[in-house]
């Protein structure tokens, strides 16, 4: 399947091809979607986990921003098993962390998949980002550590091969992380916010989303807080409307499309000028008041 970009500067035309993949020794098959641009000799990828209950099938607009914008885009379907409180359960989070550490250990495989992708696609180049549950898992592989209060162990799972971690509303303290769980993630990132990105039932405000940043160590890490963004950002995922999403809005997904652009350009690409935007928190200027963006 093929589709047109309309915006100055973008590639021609991005294709989509969806394919099934299979890990063999959890004897488990994880569906995935390949967006990448067409007419552009060589892109960085970069991985997606959707948030809980999401799959492959949806952000097909972030995902074609991005490819318009000279990137290959792979879309990971978890298959999360809901439970009865309609909650993430451990196997769920097993799940997700298993599938993504399978996929870049196999990256060179599955985009050999589609016919002209291997010469294309920099394996060299990768990064991940992630949505809710999604930057949950999504941080553990970027240096993050889960602290198992029966046991007092703590569990890593950092891979080296990623180079950026975008984090679309992800988790703070509680929920397996605690105050020291962020002390080694030592990569770039980005975390962005909503102001009305509330836990469920109001139990934590919008500020617990941006704990992992403020934990991190300094270098190369930026919080982009986004005013009156639900948690659906707008309806970032494609789905029109769901509990706790909030309302469509455009403007709230352009924010995440044009910030997230922005990182991948710097950190994937070495775009000086990409850089220099987030360091001087240009677009903030841009958008009148909008968004702050915080670096350190």
């Not at 294309?120 to 809710?132: K, N, Y």
């Not at 300094?218 to 919080?223: I, M």
Request: contains cysteine; proline residues 4%; glycine residues 12%.
């Amino acid at each position: 399947m093929n589709s047109r970009c309309s915006n100055k500067g973008e590639s021609a035309a991005v294709a989509v091809h969806d394919i099934a993949v299979f890990d063999e020794a959890r004897k488990r098959e994880i569906p995935l979607r390949l967006t990448f641009p067409e007419g552009v000799e060589r892109f960085p990828l970069i991985i997606w986990s959707p948030g809980y209950g999401f799959n492959e099938t949806h952000y097909g607009g972030l995902m074609s921003y991005w490819a318009c914008h000279g990137y290959g885009c792979m879309t990971v379907d978890h298959e999360d098993i809901r439970s009865s409180k309609d909650l993430p359960t451990e196997v769920n989070r097993k799940t997700r962390l298993g599938d993504l550490l399978w996929i870049i250990d196999s990256i060179q495989k599955i985009i050999g998949r589609v016919g002209g992708l291997s010469d294309r696609a920099d394996v060299s180049s990768v990064g991940i980002g992630g949505h809710s549950l999604g930057a949950h898992t999504i941080q553990l592989i970027g240096g993050a550590t889960m602290f198992d209060e029966v046991s007092g162990a703590r569990l890593s799972c950092s891979r080296s091969e990623p180079r950026a971690f975008f984090m679309l509303a992800p988790q703070g303290t509680g929920l397996y992380f605690d105050e020291d769980s962020w002390k080694d993630f030592h990569r770039p990132a980005m975390v962005c916010a909503g102001t009305q990105d509330v836990w469920r039932n109001g139990s934590r405000d919008y500020t617990w989303r941006t704990e992992p940043f403020y934990r991190m160590p300094v270098g190369d890490k930026y919080l982009v807080i986004i005013k009156d963004a639900f948690h659906g950002y707008g309806g970032i995922s494609g789905v029109a409307r769901w509990r706790a999403g909030g309302p469509i809005n455009e403007r709230h997904q352009s924010i995440v499309r044009s910030v997230s652009l922005l990182f991948w350009d710097a950190y994937l690409k070495g775009d000086h000028t990409a850089m220099e935007s987030l360091i001087s928190a240009n677009l903030a200027d841009d958008c009148q008041g909008e968004v702050e963006i915080v670096g350190k």
